[in-house]
Antibody
Framework: QVQLQESGPGQLKPSETLSLTCSVS????????WNWIRQTPGGGLEWIGH???????NYNPSLKGRVTVSLDKAKNQFSLRLTSVTVADTAIYYC??????????????WGRGTLVIVSS | SYELTQPPSVSVSPGQTASITCSGD??????ACWYQQKPGQSPILVIY???KRPSGIPERFSGAISGNTAALTISGTQATDEGDYYC?????????FGGGTKLTVL
Protein backbone atom coordinates (compact mmCIF):
# COMPACT_ATOMS: atom_id res chain seq x y z
CA GLN A 1 0.00 0.00 0.00
CA VAL A 2 1.00 3.64 -0.37
CA GLN A 3 3.35 4.94 2.29
CA LEU A 4 4.77 8.38 3.02
CA GLN A 5 8.11 9.08 4.68
CA GLU A 6 9.44 12.47 5.71
CA SER A 7 13.15 13.27 5.75
CA GLY A 8 15.24 16.31 6.56
CA PRO A 9 17.32 17.98 9.24
CA GLY A 10 16.01 17.74 12.77
CA GLN A 11 17.52 20.98 14.02
CA LEU A 12 17.91 24.50 12.65
CA LYS A 13 19.01 27.90 13.86
CA PRO A 14 16.71 30.94 13.71
CA SER A 15 16.70 32.68 10.31
CA GLU A 16 17.75 29.50 8.47
CA THR A 17 15.69 27.76 5.79
CA LEU A 18 13.90 24.48 6.56
CA SER A 19 13.87 21.92 3.76
CA LEU A 20 11.95 18.66 4.10
CA THR A 21 11.21 15.93 1.59
CA CYS A 22 8.38 13.41 1.56
CA SER A 23 8.98 10.17 -0.33
CA VAL A 24 5.90 8.41 -1.69
CA SER A 25 6.19 4.65 -2.12
CA UNK A 26 3.77 2.03 -3.34
CA UNK A 27 1.66 4.16 -5.64
CA UNK A 28 1.33 7.01 -8.09
CA UNK A 29 1.23 10.68 -7.18
CA UNK A 30 -1.20 11.50 -9.98
CA UNK A 31 -4.64 12.81 -9.12
CA UNK A 32 -3.93 13.70 -5.51
CA UNK A 33 -3.07 16.75 -3.41
CA TRP A 34 0.21 16.47 -1.48
CA ASN A 35 0.25 18.35 1.78
CA TRP A 36 2.46 19.51 4.61
CA ILE A 37 0.88 19.76 8.05
CA ARG A 38 2.63 20.52 11.32
CA GLN A 39 1.88 19.89 14.97
CA THR A 40 3.22 22.30 17.53
CA PRO A 41 4.50 21.25 20.96
CA GLY A 42 1.15 22.37 22.37
CA GLY A 43 -0.53 19.77 20.19
CA GLY A 44 -2.42 21.84 17.66
CA LEU A 45 -2.42 20.89 13.97
CA GLU A 46 -1.72 23.52 11.31
CA TRP A 47 -2.11 23.01 7.57
CA ILE A 48 0.92 24.51 5.80
CA GLY A 49 0.09 24.03 2.15
CA HIS A 50 -0.24 21.60 -0.72
CA UNK A 51 0.65 20.90 -4.30
CA UNK A 52 -1.61 19.10 -6.75
CA UNK A 53 -0.07 16.42 -8.94
CA UNK A 54 -0.59 18.78 -11.86
CA UNK A 55 1.63 21.38 -10.18
CA UNK A 56 -0.76 23.98 -8.75
CA UNK A 57 -0.08 25.07 -5.18
CA ASN A 58 -1.95 26.66 -2.29
CA TYR A 59 -0.53 27.87 1.01
CA ASN A 60 -1.74 28.94 4.42
CA PRO A 61 -1.68 32.77 4.48
CA SER A 62 -0.59 32.63 8.14
CA LEU A 63 2.90 31.68 6.94
CA LYS A 64 3.17 34.98 5.11
CA GLY A 65 4.91 33.94 1.93
CA ARG A 66 7.68 31.92 3.61
CA VAL A 67 6.49 28.60 2.20
CA THR A 68 7.13 26.78 -1.04
CA VAL A 69 5.93 23.24 -1.81
CA SER A 70 7.38 21.54 -4.87
CA LEU A 71 6.90 18.22 -6.61
CA ASP A 72 9.23 15.76 -8.32
CA LYS A 73 7.00 13.09 -9.86
CA ALA A 74 9.96 11.32 -11.44
CA LYS A 75 11.35 10.66 -7.97
CA ASN A 76 7.90 10.24 -6.38
CA GLN A 77 8.71 12.97 -3.91
CA PHE A 78 7.44 16.36 -2.84
CA SER A 79 9.20 18.94 -0.72
CA LEU A 80 8.67 21.77 1.72
CA ARG A 81 10.80 24.89 1.94
CA LEU A 82 10.18 27.28 4.82
CA THR A 83 12.38 30.36 5.01
CA SER A 84 13.41 32.59 7.93
CA VAL A 85 12.47 30.06 10.61
CA THR A 86 11.95 31.09 14.22
CA VAL A 87 11.46 29.10 17.43
CA ALA A 88 7.73 29.25 16.68
CA ASP A 89 8.37 26.90 13.73
CA THR A 90 9.43 24.12 16.11
CA ALA A 91 6.99 21.29 15.44
CA ILE A 92 6.45 17.80 14.14
CA TYR A 93 6.08 18.10 10.37
CA TYR A 94 3.82 15.60 8.61
CA CYS A 95 3.41 14.99 4.94
CA UNK A 96 -0.04 13.84 3.91
CA UNK A 97 -2.05 12.87 0.86
CA UNK A 98 -5.44 14.47 0.26
CA UNK A 99 -8.24 13.22 -1.94
CA UNK A 100 -10.62 15.72 -3.54
CA UNK A 101 -14.31 14.80 -3.70
CA UNK A 102 -17.43 16.94 -4.10
CA UNK A 103 -15.48 20.17 -3.85
CA UNK A 104 -13.74 19.28 -0.61
CA UNK A 105 -10.67 17.31 0.40
CA UNK A 106 -9.69 14.94 3.18
CA UNK A 107 -6.31 13.72 4.36
CA UNK A 108 -6.48 9.97 3.92
CA UNK A 109 -2.82 9.13 4.36
CA TRP A 110 -0.16 10.55 6.69
CA GLY A 111 3.55 10.04 7.14
CA ARG A 112 5.03 9.28 10.55
CA GLY A 113 6.17 12.86 10.97
CA THR A 114 9.58 14.38 11.59
CA LEU A 115 10.48 16.58 14.53
CA VAL A 116 12.08 19.90 13.64
CA ILE A 117 13.58 21.99 16.42
CA VAL A 118 14.56 25.61 15.87
CA SER A 119 17.05 26.77 18.47
CA SER A 120 20.06 29.02 18.66
CA SER B 1 -8.92 33.84 9.82
CA TYR B 2 -11.38 30.97 10.10
CA GLU B 3 -11.57 29.10 13.40
CA LEU B 4 -13.01 25.78 14.54
CA THR B 5 -13.75 25.40 18.25
CA GLN B 6 -13.69 22.08 20.10
CA PRO B 7 -14.02 21.29 23.82
CA PRO B 8 -10.57 20.51 25.29
CA SER B 9 -11.72 17.26 26.86
CA VAL B 10 -14.56 14.76 26.91
CA SER B 11 -14.91 11.80 29.26
CA VAL B 12 -17.04 8.72 28.71
CA SER B 13 -17.56 5.36 30.40
CA PRO B 14 -16.81 2.21 28.43
CA GLY B 15 -19.82 1.11 26.40
CA GLN B 16 -21.45 4.53 26.52
CA THR B 17 -21.81 7.10 23.73
CA ALA B 18 -19.25 9.87 23.35
CA SER B 19 -19.98 13.05 21.44
CA ILE B 20 -17.33 15.58 20.41
CA THR B 21 -18.45 18.88 18.92
CA CYS B 22 -16.79 21.32 16.55
CA SER B 23 -18.19 24.79 15.93
CA GLY B 24 -17.37 27.28 13.22
CA ASP B 25 -18.95 30.12 11.29
CA UNK B 26 -21.13 28.75 8.49
CA UNK B 27 -19.73 25.26 9.15
CA UNK B 28 -23.06 23.87 8.04
CA UNK B 29 -22.23 25.06 4.52
CA UNK B 30 -19.00 23.08 4.47
CA UNK B 31 -17.88 19.47 4.84
CA ALA B 32 -16.16 18.42 8.07
CA CYS B 33 -13.58 15.71 8.64
CA TRP B 34 -12.45 14.10 11.86
CA TYR B 35 -9.05 12.67 12.72
CA GLN B 36 -8.04 10.46 15.64
CA GLN B 37 -4.54 10.66 17.07
CA LYS B 38 -3.09 8.37 19.71
CA PRO B 39 0.08 9.25 21.66
CA GLY B 40 3.20 9.02 19.55
CA GLN B 41 1.25 8.28 16.38
CA SER B 42 0.18 10.18 13.29
CA PRO B 43 -3.46 11.24 12.92
CA ILE B 44 -5.77 8.90 11.08
CA LEU B 45 -8.97 9.81 9.24
CA VAL B 46 -12.13 8.52 10.92
CA ILE B 47 -14.84 10.61 9.20
CA TYR B 48 -14.78 12.52 5.90
CA UNK B 49 -17.41 14.58 4.04
CA UNK B 50 -19.13 15.12 7.41
CA UNK B 51 -20.61 11.64 7.76
CA LYS B 52 -18.65 9.08 5.73
CA ARG B 53 -16.41 6.42 7.25
CA PRO B 54 -13.22 5.29 5.50
CA SER B 55 -12.83 1.56 5.07
CA GLY B 56 -11.47 -0.03 8.22
CA ILE B 57 -13.09 2.48 10.60
CA PRO B 58 -15.61 0.77 12.90
CA GLU B 59 -19.32 1.49 12.44
CA ARG B 60 -19.49 2.92 15.95
CA PHE B 61 -17.92 6.12 14.56
CA SER B 62 -20.40 8.52 12.95
CA GLY B 63 -20.54 12.17 12.02
CA ALA B 64 -23.19 14.82 11.46
CA ILE B 65 -23.68 18.58 11.18
CA SER B 66 -26.48 20.62 12.69
CA GLY B 67 -26.42 24.35 12.11
CA ASN B 68 -22.85 25.54 12.60
CA THR B 69 -21.78 22.59 14.74
CA ALA B 70 -20.34 19.31 13.54
CA ALA B 71 -20.34 16.35 15.86
CA LEU B 72 -18.39 13.11 16.02
CA THR B 73 -20.31 10.40 17.84
CA ILE B 74 -18.74 7.18 19.09
CA SER B 75 -21.32 4.60 20.11
CA GLY B 76 -20.35 1.82 22.50
CA THR B 77 -17.04 3.53 23.23
CA GLN B 78 -14.11 1.22 23.81
CA ALA B 79 -10.87 1.80 25.70
CA THR B 80 -9.04 1.72 22.37
CA ASP B 81 -10.96 4.85 21.30
CA GLU B 82 -9.08 6.96 23.83
CA GLY B 83 -6.99 9.68 22.19
CA ASP B 84 -7.13 13.14 20.67
CA TYR B 85 -9.71 14.01 18.05
CA TYR B 86 -9.43 16.90 15.61
CA CYS B 87 -12.10 18.31 13.34
CA UNK B 88 -11.06 19.90 10.07
CA UNK B 89 -12.69 21.91 7.30
CA UNK B 90 -11.71 24.07 4.35
CA UNK B 91 -12.35 27.80 4.22
CA UNK B 92 -11.47 29.70 1.05
CA UNK B 93 -9.16 26.83 0.05
CA UNK B 94 -7.27 26.97 3.35
CA UNK B 95 -7.23 23.88 5.55
CA UNK B 96 -8.28 24.62 9.13
CA PHE B 97 -8.12 22.30 12.13
CA GLY B 98 -9.94 22.56 15.44
CA GLY B 99 -7.83 22.73 18.58
CA GLY B 100 -8.46 19.09 19.40
CA THR B 101 -10.43 17.20 22.05
CA LYS B 102 -8.87 14.67 24.39
CA LEU B 103 -11.25 11.73 24.77
CA THR B 104 -10.83 9.82 28.03
CA VAL B 105 -12.54 6.47 28.51
CA LEU B 106 -12.88 5.73 32.21
Amino acid sequence: QVQLQESGPGQLKPSETLSLTCSVSGGSMSGFYWNWIRQTPGGGLEWIGHIYSGGSTNYNPSLKGRVTVSLDKAKNQFSLRLTSVTVADTAIYYCSRAIALLGTKHFDLWGRGTLVIVSS
Amino acid sequence: SYELTQPPSVSVSPGQTASITCSGDKLGDKYACWYQQKPGQSPILVIYQTNKRPSGIPERFSGAISGNTAALTISGTQATDEGDYYCQAWDSSVGVFGGGTKLTVL
